[in-house]
């Protein structure tokens, strides 16, 4: 196992950060997982790094600080006030954020309380939002096994060896050489970007037998991305290992119609389940959850445009996380085994020359702004997604869940 912990930290120092010497480094990782920390950090120094920081968090002492203190004195906590994101990323250091949530823990905590701690969490580190957002610094965001995970997808706390394994798998770490195999996905997913922007999308129509019938516009400045992203300096990097997706950012006033989640949304502890969402004009008009409703009502009214979409991401029904047949019940993994939108502000790098554009122009254009950025699962195996491009021309880009590209 301790060569694939070494393979998997070199997969994301070098592939998912594309680290430099000399970089300052920010980890953000569960207290369980130090083991790994370890190995990360060894293999940091090898390539160079001087400057470490560690921020090791515990779920059982993140669930008590919210049971027993109010909401004030939770501004302050080391878990919802994140000034060191700040510092480093004055330093243009690239941060990696390992995550591994137990998506049952926090059922006994108020979602009311869950949102505003997440709103204090957002708001304490404004810099590094905002570098994070101008693809000015490298990040990336992965998985990790711990005891509570494992129970929750396979149904026992022992089972934490069978999530590593599921984690190695969708990250190419079991190939002979998983920074090449990454590489080759790259070229792959290149290729169907190109393809998808050349049609120049203007609407997508979804429709499934869950109900979904969904009308969402795109702008005509929207562009399709990957996996792999680069900073404003030229560092390239892979801001969610895995990811399988490829995405755009739509127009905030374009979408129309009902979509329903396909899968369980894990948000900040808060477990939501069996929902909907209705749209007019851009805006949520109307929603309900079977579970977690007052959750779901805290990400759609987090703020004023929060009620917007910023993402619209297409993944084959037939992904390796959705041949799995898990739900990792982890938003990074489930979003990689479904098309998936996303409620909140969008991607700057998905619109065409938005480096040379203000704020107020690229609203007047149609982007979302937002503090949030919440991702839930829409794909299914008979999800239909019929495109219509800017000369008027009706294409079907998915039948049956999957490209037909």
């Not at 590593?164 to 770490?173: K, L």
């Not at 898990?326 to 969008?346: F, P, R």
């Not at 949030?372 to 195996?381: E, I, K, L, P, Q």
Request: net charge negative.
């Amino acid at each position: 196992m301790t060569e694939k912990y070494e393979k998997y930290a070199e997969v994301l120092l070098k592939k998912g950060l594309g680290i430099k010497k000399n970089q300052p480094l920010f980890i953000s990782a569960p207290m369980e997982n130090y083991e790994f920390v370890r190995i990360l950090t060894k293999k940091a120094y090898e390539y160079g790094v001087v400057d470490i920081y560690y921020e090791l968090l515990d779920e059982e002492m993140k669930h008590d600080a919210l049971k027993y203190l109010d909401v004030d004195n939770l501004k302050d906590t080391l878990f919802f006030d994140k000034y060191k994101f700040d510092e480093y990323a004055k330093k243009d250091a690239a941060f990696l954020m390992l995550v591994s949530d137990d998506p049952f823990i926090m059922n006994d905590i108020d979602s009311d309380k869950i949102s505003k701690t997440a709103m204090f969490s957002r708001k304490s580190k404004p810099l590094y939002k905002k570098r994070q957002l101008n693809n000015e610094i490298s990040w990336c965001i992965a998985c990790t096994a711990t005891k509570g995970r494992a129970k929750a997808i396979f149904g026992s706390e022992s089972d934490i060896s069978k999530l590593w394994e599921a984690i190695f798998d969708v990250c190419f770490i079991n190939t002979n050489d998983p920074c090449n195999s990454w590489d080759n996905f790259i070229e792959e997913n290149s290729q169907r970007i190109e393809k998808l922007n050349n049609l120049k999308i203007k609407r997508l129509h979804y429709t499934n037998n869950l109900g979904t019938d969904l009308y969402l516009e795109l702008l005509p400045e929207s562009i399709w991305v990957g996996a792999k992203g680069k900073t404003t300096s030229g560092q390239e990097f892979i801001a969610n290992i895995p990811s399988l997706e490829v995405f755009t950012t739509p127009n905030r006033l374009g979408t129309n119609g009902i979509v329903y989640a396909s899968k369980p949304l894990i948000y900040n502890g808060a477990f939501i389940d069996k929902f909907y969402i209705k749209f007019e004009n851009g805006k949520v008009i109307s929603f309900d959850a079977e579970k977690g409703k007052e959750a779901l009502k805290g990400i759609i009214e987090s703020d004023e445009t929060s009620s917007f979409l910023g993402e619209v991401a297409l993944v084959d029904y037939n992904s390796a996380i959705s041949k799995s047949g898990l739900i990792h019940y982890e938003t990074l993994y489930d979003e990689n085994a479904s098309c998936h939108l996303a409620l909140g502000v969008g991607f700057t790098e998905c619109v065409k020359n938005s480096e040379n554009k203000s704020k107020e122009e690229l609203l007047k254009m149609g982007f979302n702004y937002s503090d949030n950025h919440v991702d839930f699962m829409v794909g299914t195996s008979d999800l239909k997604i019929e495109a219509e491009t800017f000369n008027g021309e009706k294409i079907n880009i998915f039948e049956n869940g999957n490209f037909t590209l």
